[in-house]
């Protein structure tokens, strides 16, 4: 087996030192790399003790820090600011830009109601007109999508097929009669047919009462048109008693179906897609190199730890040395879980909601400082 050099205090760092090579170019990761493995070597006992690791280990895990570090902070970005990054473009890094707060992604999700409302729908709505035979009361609505060539069911939203309004039908027995109901006003188109009101114009909701109960009244005491209809299938009623025309609205359901799935493949659909790069290094302030630096130093004592596993024991002169490979292992795990949960726990106090319950908290407590400071009287 070769003689494989470890540590010897002191390693230049060039280009292609790391294995992937993500910050070589980065001036201030040139320079801080022979610093951190001098820092990680000192920490694990050189030059007292021999540190079975070479400059490249160092690089390694520093590399990885880095990455570590900018892998949480934008997972935290990506969390914090989602709902704005979907449907994005994915063609442009968003590092070191400020994401603000969009609601276009809220608008989106609300068409998608409006489509059910009848209001700012986002599928098409079309017009049909289905011919209407005397004596005929049944007829297939899926069956006149088929012989139309639309493909799919069709899903119908409204059918004009109705009495006239109960408003042409309003008679008021108290108007004229001396007790102050008048006509309402022309300004209101209502003049020719509308109900009487009084001098102080009544309600609408006063109107829509009447308009129920007469409606209400047709139903249960007269004839009315009207219609039923259930799986496409329609049934009018009264049955017709002439040929002609019914006019109806539909959506396609297959438009409707397909308006729930994009096109544009260039867009953010997951969180896999945001464009998040790996960090600048040297965009990095001093709080999280110092994490970085804790950090690869303990990814450096958990490779120690690996490295001195394979032997248990070391033959020297006289004796045995025993290798301390369970306690770097153990506290290199502990280490690391310790930072990673730090970091995370500081940028959920960063976070948007946490950053406006503290100004909320603040403001509180200002108020209630300022009602102690007592108030100048002032005697003119």
Known sequence: ?????????????????????????????????????????????FPLMDVELQSGSFYACFEEAVTTYG???FQYKIRENYLSLEGASTGSSVNNKVLRSSLNRVVGISK????????????????????ISASQQNYDLDAWA?????????????????????????FDPYAGTGTGIQSLMDAFDFGSFSPGVNFLLMPASYDMLKVQAIEFNDQIRRSA?????????????????????????????????????????????????VPYSNPTYSHINSVGRDWIYRYTLALAKELLAYI???????????????????????????????????LRDMLDQTSRQSQLERKANESENLNKTLKEVPMTIYIG
């Open 225 to 273: 048109y009207s219609f039923e209809i259930n799986n496409n299938k329609l049934k009018l009623f009264p049955i017709p008693s002439e040929s002609g025309s019914l006019f109806f609205e539909y959506y396609k359901v297959d438009e409707k179906a397909a308006a729930a799935i994009g096109t544009d493949e260039s867009l953010i659909t997951n969180v896999g897609e």
């Open 146 to 170: 088929s012989d139309q060539g639309i493909t799919g069911s069709i899903e119908v939203r409204k059918v004009f097929y109705e009495s006239p309004p109960a408003i042409l039908r309003y």
């Open 112 to 131: 998608n109601y409006g489509t059910e409302a009848e209001v700012g729908a986002i599928v098409t709505k079309y017009s049909g007109s289905l011919p």
């Open 1 to 45: 087996m070769a003689n494989i050099s470890i540590w010897d205090g002191s390693s230049s760092f060039v280009t292609g030192s790391t294995p992937f090579g993500f910050y070589d170019t980065d001036t201030q990761f040139q320079s801080d790399a022979d610093k951190v493995a001098s820092f990680c070597a000192t920490r694990l006992g």
């Open 308 to 342: 001195r596993g394979k032997y248990t024991t070391v033959p020297v002169p006289g004796s045995e040395a025993t290798l301390n490979q369970s306690d770097l292992l153990t506290d290199a795990r502990s280490e690391k879980e310790s930072l990673i949960t730090s």
């Open 71 to 73: 892998n949480e902070v």
